[in-house]
């Protein structure tokens, strides 16, 4: 496998995993832009505008876009985060170029009035369909409550009220602002023909003029409140807690993966026979999110409403433990092994290693290997899982809870 | 590259299939045993999840926590589900760890401890899930399809009902995973980096002297038609529609796979055009096929907000039914496309290829090569499929809608 990049004065930078030997080739967009880069007005204007680049181009019509997405068999997406929104495709080797034709052409969207409307529609119902999900809505006001004015705690989805009374005036603007080649990165992996990939692109690019300013970053004063969210019909009681964490860019950050899964893995770690081995909760779980110049931890406990203080108080013990004592080397090594091989596993295919360097790439314009990667885990002590603990899990956290109501 | 496939059938009855993936560092098996929902006394809904879960509770030499750490310890990726005819257990590790992954799973079907003391924590875990799937609405309307749709024995759902959990004695569980747990109709399917002689022989150390009762014979499946409502306080309304089809194991299963996927595969197709793109109704939209018990069924879903819901469901109908004015060139060609890449993708996977052999091994009792199915894809024509639509327009609908208010199907359409 070799990384070959390319950057020319005024193009875009372009990066590809290559594997000759690949089924597969996996193209996309990755695009510097967020919620986190939106205005409180404009909250979830990035993830409109995700849905609106396949609504057709000066060369295709929408219906165009995708028959040739699917006339392609590409297996195709796209996702808007706080922090990215990429598109993506993956197909047969001979279909490279089209692939890139395609979805290099839709990066410059028509941005329609009437395809707009319809398609806020979409993004409605899209709102009203995770408002209905546990843990309703509870994940996003925690992050809003734990970010507090800082622009990470920004809906990705926005708010019924802010799509709702979006124009595509702002959308115009918002995305000449934003979808600049030097905030955007071109990345391939599987069997790709670089040179062709590069000719093609700056071919394709040429014309694109603009710059984005660069992303306001500086440090949140972490939010502690607590907040209910009551709910018509829930039978389960649902928990949302937030605590710092650290920065895409730390490097503790090896080491609070594999804290998170020593506490709260959902096999073999302590929470799992803490609550789950026991019935005591349908689900006990902690992952860590890697911001640019942040992070935070964040916890969800589902269980019966009549058992959510005594698990509270279990979660609660176990973190003081880890605080006070520390983690087993066995322990470490038994989440050292898992992560390493749900790593090998899913390097297996080239469309996840499009995402993992795509993702890296943003964060921090390199690449580590997958065995680099995995010598960095090798090399976490429990010393340094007890210290990270300490960090993040000292602090009290940010509580959204959602209860039950007749 | 040549597509390698094995099979090989023990004495006991376990078939076990194997296709050689040497590209990839990781082996997976798909292990379907025949424990599934339909084999559980009707009182006892719930039996076959709990059955599962007791049994991942120590086996063999290994109390529970040991069990669960060995297969962390080799990094094992590991689902386990229940279906209408099996449990279902599918795992993806380093190829090196496949033969002591086989012997813990060996030790599970066979020996496992079903302890009494910890009955009550699996059937409080039995609870859990019940209560988390009444508030998710999407999966409560398919669970509540699938009640309303199949007749007993095949309408249960694998989360059972309250009753049926709080009724199981740990006997019923002693006796459930004696007599549905055995080789005879046991499908173990291998895909990924391995050498099929050594896994044959492991196999053989592991499961060769696997015994246990036959399989029990099961009524015959007539699907139903109709309507029903269940009251959910959410913004959206969840309508899940079904409709007959031919099943997996008909010769013209991929006529009827090809004209689901016209109007479900892909940004282009049917369904997400029109009540997505055109108009705006929905977020989520779908078809599938379904095969159960030699039965098939179309299974549509669209999540929209109760006041579009009306509107949502006369254009899934009218969409459905346009398949009748013929498919175009043009859309055959897209999706005889998109299907060729998804079986050349596949070959990524050895977790996605595994889990394909074993469903093709239990429907059809064989496993179709790739070559075979590119050319019946290859062998659609438009004309074919219009005539197979007339053959077989769609009939029998059942509609089941999860919301604040009921919707119900248009007059005559159950009969159409």
Redesign the interface.
Known sequence: MELLTHKSISGPEIIALCDP????TSVGWFVNTGARDESPELAGVSHFLEHMV?KGTKRRS??Q???E????????NAFTSEESTVFHA???PECQDQAVDLLTDIMRPSLREEDFQ?????????I??Y????PYGAMERAMELFFGEHSLGRRVLGTTETVSEMTIEQMVQYHKQRYTLDNMILVASGKVDFQRLVEQTESLVGSWRGRSSPRQTHLPKFGISSEIIER?????QYTVKIWPGVGCNDPSRYALRLLASVIADE??SRLF?EL????????AALWPQFFQECGCIVGYL???PEDTEENTDIIQRVFQQVIDEGVTQREL??AR??I???L??SD????NRLFALGQSWLARKRYDPLDAVLARYAAVTPDELREVAVQTLSPTPTTVQVVHVE | MKQQLNTYRLSNGLVLLGEHMP????AAFTFLVPSGTCYAPPELCGLASLASEMSQRGCGPYD??QF??E????????TSSITTHHTSFSC???SSAFERTLELYSHMVRRPHLPEDQL??????????L??L?????HRCFNELKRFRFPQPFGRTAQGTLEGLQSIQIDDVREFCANNLHASDSILAVAGNFKWSEVCEAVERALGDWNGPATKTLPKLEPLSGGRHTD?????THLALAYDCVPYESPDYYKTRALVGILS?????RL??EV?????????VFATCFSLAGKGSVLCYA???TNRAEETLHVLLETIHSLGSGVSE?EL???K??I???L??E?????ARSHQIAVDWFHLGRVPTRAEVLSEIDSLTCEGLLDHFNAHRPNNFALVTVGSQPLELPGGIVDA
Not at chain 1, 276 to 283: K, N, P, S
Request: net charge negative; with cysteine.
């Open positions: 030997a690949a089924f597969t396949f929408a219906e876009v995708n028959s997405l699917d006339h392609l068999g590409a297996q195709s993956c197909v047969l319809t398609e806020r529609q979409v993004v409605l119902e899209e009203a369909m408002d209905d999900q546990p018509q019909a829930s039978h389960q096999s073999g026979w789950i081995d026991t019935g005591l909760a349908e689900t589902c269980c019966a090594d038994l092994n898992k390493v091989s749900s090998i596993l297996e295919r080239p469309s | 590209w990839l560092r990781s529970s926590r669960l750490e297969l962390d310890f080799l990094g094992v990726e590991r993806a590790m380093p009550e924590d699996a059937r409080q875990l039995g609870f859990q899930d209560r988390a009444e508030d998710e609405p999407s959910h306080a959410s913004n959206q595969d892909g940004m282009s197709s997400f055009t997505r793109e055109k108009r705006g109704l929905v977020y989520s999540g929209t907000t043009d060609a897209r999706l496309v998109r060729k890449s998804a050349v993708m070959q990524e996977s050895s977790a």
